[in-house]
């Protein structure tokens, strides 16, 4: 696969981790945990993804500041979804603590 097919094939799984968080957002109780989990799912393949890219790129002999530029850019999108899933985590796990809740 050519690093051009590869990059798009990062950014999409980028994409739809941006869109797996939008359903977290819209789910509720055991359907946001299972939204989140896929949504976890998609964020491992978007970042095996990215590196797949990177290096089929520097066998393709990508300009190394396009390729650092274009990672750098990848990355920040990701860290930016990781921290999303630690405060859905955290809301999570302060929601399961919270005394008097019950359900039904």
């Known amino acids: 696969m050519a690093s ?4 798009a094939a990062a ?3 980028l994409a739809a981790a941006g869109e797996g ?5 819209a789910a509720k109780g055991a359907a946001r945990a ?17 590196k797949e890219w990177e290096r089929e790129a ?20 990701l860290n930016a979804y990781v921290q999303l899933k630690k405060q859905y985590a955290e809301a ?4 399961a603590a919270a005394p008097g809740t019950l359900e039904g």
Not at 21 to 25: E, G, Q, T, Y
Not at 35 to 47: R, S
Not at 67 to 77: D, G
């Open 11 to 13: 950014r999409a799984k």
């Open 92 to 95: 999570a796990a302060a929601e």
């Open 58 to 77: 520097r066998m393709d002999g990508v300009d190394q500041a396009d390729l650092v530029a274009a990672k750098q850019e990848m990355v920040r999108e």
């Open 4 to 7: 051009a097919d590869l990059e």
């Open 34 to 50: 299972a939204a989140l989990k896929e949504t976890v799912a998609t964020m491992h393949e978007a970042k095996r993804a990215i």
């Open 21 to 25: 968080f939008k359903r977290v957002d």
